[in-house]
Structure formats: C-alpha cells, structure tokens
C-alpha cells in the first residue's frame, strides 16, 4: 500500500463517493475526512461502505475517545489526530482500530508510543522540515512509522523520504474544497506516478501503515 493518506478537509456527503472513487482508481488507497469538515460522519460512512474493501477510510482532527466511537459506527478504520492524546490513542486501540497521532517533539512521540500507537505523524511538517524529521526518527524505534503531514506535495517527496518519512499525509495538494473528481484525479495520478518513482512499487490492497 502507499503510504499517501488523502485529507478531504471540507468534503461534503454529496461529492466524497466521486473523490473517493477518483483517488482509489488512482492507486491511494488511505483516505481520512478531517472531523472539522461538513457532516463528516456521513462522509465517512459512505467511503466505508463504498470503498472500506480497498482502501482504508478514516477520520482526521479526531479530539475525543467519544469522537473515536463515532468513527467507528460509521466504518473508519482509521484515527488520525493533529495532537497526542492518550485517551484518543487508547481508545481507538482498544476498538481495533488504527492510531495516527499528531506529535512535533521527543516528548510526544514517546507518550504516543507508550500508548501503543505504531503510526505517528508530524505536524506541522513544514515548520520541522526534513532535518526535524530525520532527527526525530534518529531516536524513535524501528517499527514505529513517522508521517510527514503539512507542506508536503509531489515536488519534495523525495527530500522527505531521504529524511527517513514512512509516508506522507496529503490534503489541499490533492483536494480543496470545490474541486470535482476529474481534477482530484489528475493530481492523484501525477502524485502517485511521483511516489512511485521514488519509493518503487507498491503493492494494491487495503493493508495496514506502516
């Protein structure tokens, strides 16, 4: 799977089937709607039941365990935080769900550990840069991914993966508010094509991050 999680920040019910559709015909296959968009949970629920098979669908901006619980009634498989919550992490856990929360420091990115998360992302990414990135992945263990979130797009992918990035979280490079699915498409096409010259290949199912 490609580690690009498509953030549809102020999508709506009445076009995320079509975004959805554009994005996972284009090879990605991770797609968070951001809890601060309108009427997120119906979102959610379509992808899930439209494209939950092949791709991961999930929600971003996710504050609150009783957020996490709405999550999942809609079929998000996904959290995706913008901070390190512990009460976020654990819960999503324990709902067998996966953890994708934001930290920025050492301090956070050890307290997301330590509440069992294996996927973190850094945020904002753009004010950190490749070398906060390569510094923090210096000390974090192996196994645990770090996601570059935030100023990220096709022309720098490669700096980022040289800093040691698991993956990327991508939003208004690949869908702002207003554009329909034939542009969406045009730029996830291009990103991926972008993505796989740098990483290779990857691999087409709706697996797990890294």
């Not at 797609?31 to 439209?50: G, H, M, Q, T, Y």
């Not at 000390?139 to 990220?152: R, S």
């Not at 490079?173 to 096409?189: C, E, F, H, Q, S």
Request: aromatic share 4%.
């Amino acid at each position: 799977m490609r580690e690009i999680i498509a953030i549809l920040r102020g999508v709506t019910p009445e076009v995320v089937e079509p975004i959805g559709d554009a994005l996972v015909e284009a090879g990605i296959t991770i797609i968070e709607v951001p809890l601060n968009s309108p009427d997120p949970f119906v979102s959610i629920e379509k992808l899930s039941a439209r494209q939950g098979e092949r791709a991961l669908i999930g929600a971003g901006t996710v504050l609150s365990s009783q957020e996490v619980d709405q999550v999942a009634l809609a079929g998000g498989r996904l959290i995706v935080s913008p901070n390190c919550n512990r009460e976020v992490i654990e819960r999503a856990l324990q709902l067998g769900l996966q953890s994708m929360p934001g930290v920025f420091t050492a301090t956070e990115c050890f307290t997301a550990i330590g509440a069992g998360a294996k996927s973190l992302k850094l945020f904002p990414s753009e004010i950190a840069g490749p070398k906060g990135l390569k510094a923090l992945k210096a000390v974090l263990p192996p196994d645990v991914g770090l996601h570059a979130v935030g100023g990220v797009s096709a022309t720098n992918l490669a700096e980022w993966k040289q800093a040691g990035a698991s993956g990327f979280g991508i939003g208004s490079a690949l869908y702002k508010p207003g554009d329909n699915a034939v542009t969406v498409a045009m730029r996830a096409r291009g990103l991926v094509s972008t993505y796989d010259e740098v990483f290779g290949p990857a691999t087409e199912n709706g697996g797990e991050t890294a």
